[in-house]
């Protein structure tokens, strides 16, 4: 399974390390096959990647995961977690009044549906760039 995984868990766990440790947040990290790239855990402060194959497919996804989550980490860290949680809601309950018909509808795109995932996306594809670079230079990829 390893040697066919596109970077090792050391080298992953390294460059989670320092993004993590550049925005100041506190989270742990798990690897898990799930089908979704990742999830973060409100209030438990988790960090669920997905080591499943073939779901991050490469460098770029893999860091653009780890940022988008990593902003939900700051987003926890400013609001407190209980109050992002209920506005994450908040916003789903508005999503779904307006969408009666189609209640899990918001699921499929979170970034219209839920400006928290929009600003965790937009944080993400604007900085991952320098991070694979920097990374790149440290031989992590
Ligand atoms: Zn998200």
């Known amino acids: 399974m390893l040697l066919t995984e596109f ?9 989670i390390a320092a993004i993590l440790k550049d925005h100041k947040v506190r989270v742990r990290v798990v690897y898990k096959s799930i089908k ?11 960090l669920e990647i997905s080591n499943k194959k073939g779901v991050i497919r490469n460098e ?3 860091i653009i995961t780890v940022l988008h989550e990593t902003w939900h980490a ?6 407190g977690w209980k109050k992002l949680r209920d506005a994450y809601e908040m916003e ?3 999503w779904q009044l307006e969408n009666p018909k189609d209640m899990a509808g918001w699921m ?12 965790a996306e937009k944080y993400a594809q604007k900085n991952w760039k320098q991070w694979y670079n920097k990374f790149k230079k440290q031989n992590l990829i």
Do not use: H, L, P, W
């Open 7 to 15: 970077i090792r868990e050391s080298e992953k766990n390294q460059m």
């Open 108 to 119: 499929r795109d979170k970034r219209k549906a839920i400006s928290f995932e929009n600003e």
């Open 36 to 46: 979704d790239y990742a999830y973060y855990v409100f209030g438990k402060g988790i």
């Open 92 to 94: 789903i309950s508005k």
């Open 74 to 79: 700051v987003q926890a860290t400013k609001m």
């Open 60 to 62: 770029k996804d893999f």
